[in-house]
């Protein structure tokens, strides 16, 4: 992947999750939009607090970059407690998660990234951890093998995931409290960007924070990371402000176009409209296409096409929107599809 094509990928390269760090909020006051998960966090921690024993297990699940691992620690802040992280591929064996969590101390927060992902057996280990502060311990094979049990210290586990829907019911059921973090709206991007900004010491206009926030596809990493590069822009092409002339000239130097588009998208919606007319098309044909694994474009394309309405996944395979067709330049043909597919009209609501 080129630089200019992960800039408005959610995902994060590890150089960046260093950069992010200056960024991040530390306390939930902090914390930009998504009310609803903040509000109840608020009572939650508040309410254990006054309690004084540890909160109910959370789990925190939304598309990357939204937010996650800002939360799980802003959890431990606010607890004032100490924070555990780790993460689902690195527990492969029970006896890997048996040894974190019996040396949590009490009140702890431990943060398991990627919950989703966590082996089977350090899964079940898990459960009795969280609902019994217990494991059992197996120690030798075979017949002769044995159960220890163990006590853990009361902790409260974060889980977070992006693939929600890949959690076993058990897990699921073992967390008192489950946030699901939206993507943002351009006026809460423009906030967390006039917010970065000031932390990063970079002049930014109103004007210059639309023009970032409109093309940020939701999502703070996004906004974050181009503000970066065009703060790189404004200093060595222009006098170092961020304003709408530096952001919009250093967005089209990096091919992100005014919905936040990037190459591999456009291509994706240029090929469907071109290629096949608009679709129907199955995914791996159209993944073909573009010269992408389909799990790239399941993957890294198509949530934020679906979202701008730019693009609908249906039975019958991926469909460009009017809104798509218009987007190219391209005259829609008359509101149906060129196959001549009729598609359910509810799959049109989210054009914008
Ligand atoms: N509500 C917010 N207010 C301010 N900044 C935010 C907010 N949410 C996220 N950020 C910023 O966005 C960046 C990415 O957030 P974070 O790392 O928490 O996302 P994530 O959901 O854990 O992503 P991933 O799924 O890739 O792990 C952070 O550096 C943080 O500064
Ligand atoms: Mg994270």
């Known amino acids: 992947m080129t630089d200019s094509e992960g800039l408005v990928s959610a995902y994060a390269t ?29 009572l939650l921690l508040r309410g254990a607090k006054g309690r004084g024993s540890p909160p109910d297990h959370i789990l925190l699940s939304g598309p990357p970059g939204l937010g996650k691992t800002t939360l799980a620690n802003i959890v431990a802040a606010e607890l004032g407690s100490g924070i555990r992280v780790t993460s689902g591929p690195a527990i492969e064996r029970s006896g890997d998660l048996a040894a974190i969590v019996t040396s949590l101390a009490e009140g702890d927060v431990l943060f398991i990234d990627e919950i989703h992902r966590i082996a089977k057996p350090a899964e079940e280990l898990l459960y009795s951890a969280m609902e019994d502060f217990r494991v059992d311990v197996i120690v030798g094979k075979g017949p002769g093998a044995t159960a220890i049990p163990l006590d853990v210290e009361p902790f409260t586990l974060v889980g977070a995931t992006t693939r ?14 489950v946030a699901h973090l939206d993507f943002y709206s351009p006026a809460d991007l423009e906030t967390l960007l006039h917010r970065s900004a000031r932390i990063l010491g970079v002049p930014i206009t109103d004007e210059g924070a639309v023009e970032i926030a409109g093309r940020s596809r939701g999502t703070p990493r996004i906004a974050n990371r181009l503000l970066r590069r065009v703060r790189d822009f404004a200093e060595v092409r222009a006098d ?52 992408e694994q389909p799990v790239t474009v399941e993957e890294v394309c198509e949530p934020f096409l679906v979202r701008a309405g730019l693009l609908a996944r249906t039975p019958r395979g991926r469909v460009a929107t009017d809104a798509a067709w218009r987007h190219l330049g391209r005259t829609p043909p008359n509101g149906t599809f060129a196959s001549g597919t009729a598609a359910p009209p509810d799959l049109f609501s989210a054009e914008p």
């Open 14 to 42: 590890d150089a960046e999750r260093d950069a992010e760090v200056s960024v991040r909020p530390k306390r939930l006051a902090d914390f930009i939009a998504q009310h609803r998960v903040r509000d109840q966090l608020d």
């Open 164 to 177: 929600s829907g890949l959690l076993t019911g058990p897990m699921r059921d073992r967390f008192g409290f």
């Open 240 to 291: 170092g402000v961020v304003n709408q002339e530096t952001a919009r000239a250093a967005l089209a130097v990096y091919d992100v176009d005014d919905l936040g588009l990037d190459r591999l998208d456009r291509a994706v919606l240029v090929a469907l409209v071109d290629s096949f007319r608009g679709g129907p098309v199955g995914l791996s044909t159209l993944a073909v296409a573009v010269g």
